[in-house]
Antibody
Framework: QVQLVESGGGVVQPGRSLRLSCAAS????????MHWVRQAPGKGLEWVAA????????YYADSVKGRFTISRDNSKNTLYLQMNSLRAEATAVYYC??????????????WGQGTLVTVSS | QSVLTQPPSASGTPGQRVTISCSGS????????VNWYQQLPGTAPKLLIY???QRPSGVPDRFSGSKSGTSASLAISGLQSEDEADYYC???????????FGGGTKLTVL
């Protein structure tokens, strides 16, 4: 069965960096675009970034553009999110999500359990 | 403030039908399909409706989706206590070149 397992979260000081990972299994990772979505404590969902199946196309929310980098290693079935110059407003649970495509529609059909990032001094 | 607008809360009694609206614009809902996600307390979101009105396997037919112009809606019939959750609409936005979510609607089963 499809599994997405995030790791790398924790407490980090403002201005520092953190790299999240998402290990995928149960499907052919290299066939799917992948996304990161975050949720601040008590708040709604916010899309963060996306990467195409081959890594050649990347998209970012304006709120993270220039500071976060999404990448993937298809040989390791792993998705990454490099987060630099972290600010307090980046405090959230970060989910990785698989993007499926059907009849012209893209949607997140599988989500990981999330990893908590806390930016605090 | 979210790009897609949802009511913050909705409620109903068991067996009732409730609807949750999602309002957007020409760059998102009108030109792209809408997906709905259900988030039970303390868990990751789960796909509920995709491509405006399609249900993934395993989602009961009590859940249905529709879209018209720049708005979409989620309907839940035969409301059950286990439907108590947060519901989010989402769509690709051509202007922002990214996915936009609604602010979420907290459904309470009275």
């Amino acid at each position: 069965q499809v599994q997405l397992v995030e790791s790398g979260g924790g407490v980090v000081q403002p201005g520092r960096s953190l790299r999240l990972s998402c290990a995928a299994s149960g499907f052919t990772f290299s066939n799917y675009a992948m996304h990161w979505v975050r949720q601040a404590p008590g708040k709604g969902l916010e899309w963060v970034a996306a990467i195409s199946f081959d890594g050649n196309s990347r998209y970012y929310a304006d709120s993270v553009k220039g500071r976060f980098t999404i990448s993937r290693d298809n040989s390791k079935n792993t998705l990454y999110l490099q987060m630099n110059s972290l600010r307090a407003e980046a405090t959230a649970v970060y989910y990785c999500a698989r993007s499926s495509f059907d009849s012209g529609s893209h949607y997140f059909d599988h989500w990981g359990q999330g990893t908590l990032v806390t930016v605090s001094s | 403030q979210s790009v897609l607008t949802q009511p913050p809360s909705a409620s109903g009694t068991p067996g009732q039908r409730v609807t949750i609206s999602c309002s957007g614009s020409s760059s998102n809902i009108e030109s792209n399909t809408v997906n709905w996600y259900q988030q039970l307390p303390g868990t990751a979101p789960k796909l509920l409706i995709y491509s405006n009105n399609q249900r993934p396997s395993g989602v009961p037919d009590r859940f249905s989706g529709s879209k018209s112009g720049t708005s979409a809606s989620l309907a839940i019939s035969g409301l059950q206590s286990e439907d108590e959750a947060d519901y989010y609409c989402a769509a690709w936005d051509d202007g922002l070149n990214g996915v936009v979510f609604g602010g979420g609607t907290k459904l309470t089963v009275l």
